[in-house]
C-alpha cells in the first residue's frame, strides 16, 4: 500500500529498561525498512524518575528525553521524520496510554505527570491539543479505559513477546468508534516494523502529526500478520 509509513510505539535502550536498541541502530533500521518517520514513546511512569536518584526534575526530564534526541540527531541527518511521545502510565493502574502532543517543556513545567490518574490526565493533554490512545488495552492485567476520556485505542500491536489479544482491542475501538492506531512496540531489532499507521501525505511536525489522525487522514495500519 502506497503511502508514508509512521511507527508511534518506539522505545529506545537511552531510557526505557526493556529497550535494548540504541537510536543511533534503530533510526537508520527504520529508514531502511521503507518507514518516513517514527515516535519515541519511552516509558513514562514513576519507577523509572524514582530510579534516577537525587538530582532535580529538570536533570530528569533531560534524561529521560535523551532518546528522542538522540533518535532525532540521526533521524535529521539521513531523512528520517522522529517525534515525541510518551508511553504514559499512571500510579492508580498498569495501563499504558500513548500521548500525542505534550513536549519536553511541558514535562518540565508540570513535574510527575504519572500522579495523576486518567481522569486528570485526559483534559490536561486535550487542553495542550494532544491525543491520547490507550495501548494494548488487553495485554495481561491491562483493561479497557473508560472509552470518554481517549481519543483512540492501538487496535493492533506488533510486539512478539507478548499476547495483546488485538482481536479485543479492535472490537472495543469498534464498539465505541474510537480512532485507530497500529504500533510495532519496538524494543528490540526483530520488533521492527511490526505495526504503524500508513499516512498519506507525510507529517514532519507533531502538530501535523495529530492532526493528519484527528482528520482520519490515513490510507491504513502496518500489521505483522
Not at 12 to 21: A, F, H, N
Not at 74 to 86: A, H, N, P, R, S
Request: net charge negative; glycine share 10%; aromatic share 12%.
Amino acid at each position: 500500500m502506497e503511502g508514508y509509513r509512521f511507527d508511534p510505539h518506539v522505545h529506545t535502550s537511552l531510557v526505557s529498561g526493556c529497550g535494548k536498541v540504541h537510536p543511533d541502530v534503530l533510526v537508520p533500521m527504520y529508514k531502511e525498512a521503507g518507514f518516513s518517520g517514527i515516535v519515541i514513546t519511552d516509558h513514562y511512569y514513576d519507577g523509572y524518575f524514582d530510579r534516577q536518584g537525587d538530582i532535580s526534575w529538570e536533570e530528569k526530564v533531560e534524561r529521560y528525553c535523551s532518546g528522542y534526541r538522540a533518535a532525532k540527531e540521526i533521524g535529521d541527518k539521513i531523512g528520517l521524520v522522529v517525534l515525541f511521545g510518551q508511553e504514559m502510565r499512571f500510579i492508580e493502574h498498569v495501563n499504558d496510554y500513548l500521548a500525542f502532543g505534550i513536549t519536553p517543556d511541558d514535562l518540565l513545567e508540570t513535574p510527575e505527570l504519572y500522579n495523576l490518574n486518567l481522569a486528570g490526565y485526559s483534559p490536561y493533554i486535550h487542553k495542550k491539543g494532544g491525543l491520547l490512545y490507550q495501548a494494548h488495552p488487553y495485554r495481561g492485567s491491562c483493561e479497557p479505559a473508560d472509552p470518554t476520556l481517549i481519543d483512540g485505542v492501538e487496535v493492533y500491536n506488533g510486539h512478539p513477546g507478548h499476547d495483546s489479544h488485538n482481536d479485543l482491542g479492535q472490537a472495543f475501538c469498534d464498539k465505541f468508534r474510537l480512532r485507530e492506531i497500529a504500533g510495532s512496540d519496538f524494543h528490540q531489532a526483530h520488533h521492527l516494523a511490526r505495526g504503524g499507521v500508513i499516512f498519506k501525505e507525510c507529517p514532519t511536525s507533531m502538530s501535523e502529526f495529530i492532526a493528519m489522525l484527528r482528520e482520519n487522514a490515513i490510507h491504513g495500519l502496518v500489521r505483522s500478520d
